[in-house]
């Protein structure tokens, strides 16, 4: 019995041990294995690292000659210059063509220019015949022969460059270039003398306004008109139709109806009672 239990105990051993041994070498095996591994992966990239090196090297030109490492500084330098260069060719051949595009443009614009400066028929006749109108009337202002009086009424606000006076609807004092003559809305207002209009405009203290010259530096002024059919340039008799008289402006609303009459003369303001007759 006890040489039996021995027995067993001995090939229990025996396996055991067997089996120790197998779990070992596949151990070894392992171990042997992942060495393997890492000594190819380490090869793998001292290989890689050679190659990078080599590549590097071979783009630096390191393991060139020294004639040849010459030789491709040189073309280097040269490719270089070239680049920096390119730019300005560039640049000159831009500023370039702006100003050979330039050139027909300039040509247009001295021939428009010499067009331009010559008159052409319909104004040489235009000129002529205002020429002809003004040489024929010889706007040449009489002082002693006087002025019509424009429309017929009282003068609100007289002619004062002296001394300021009173205006009602600004309720203030100031100085006043011209009369206020009083006439109603739609009135026909006619010119004092004969003359030529110079101007017709909007101004926010007289309204419409026509300045019309009556020769020997002498101007009519005209303020808060309406229904003016004529145009600069237009000869007027005297005793004609120019305007009719409008609303008054903001400017005289207390004064009611009324025409602002100025006489200039070498365009200083003097007083109209001295020529309206």
Known sequence: MRSKKKAFY?????LVASALCAVAALGLAGIYKMETAKTRQEQELVNWEETERDVIRAGRGDDMQPEAKQDKKASLVEREEEKQNEPEQQEVV????????ALPDMAGTVDETIVSSEP???????QAAQASVQNAINLN?????????????NVVLD???NQTIYFPTLDQYKYNPAIAIQSE???PVIAAAAGVIESIEQKSE????????IGNGYQLVYGQLADVALSTGSYVEAGSRIATIAEPSIYYQVEG?????????DGTSVDPLDYLK
Do not use: H
Not at 10 to 14: A, G, L, S
Not at 120 to 126: E, G, I, L
Not at 141 to 153: A, D, I, L
């Open 94 to 101: 831009e500023s370039a063509q702006p100003q050979e595009a």
């Open 141 to 153: 202002f009489q002082p002693e022969n006087g002025m019509k009086w424009p429309v017929e009424g």
């Open 185 to 187: 809305c739609g009135t």
């Open 120 to 126: 052409t028929t319909s104004q040489t006749d235009d």
């Open 10 to 14: 001995k090939r229990r051993t025996v």
């Open 159 to 161: 002619y004062s460059m």
């Open 206 to 213: 007289t309204g419409l306004t026509m300045t019309i010259d």
């Open 257 to 265: 109806d009324n025409l602002y009459f100025q006489v200039l003369k």
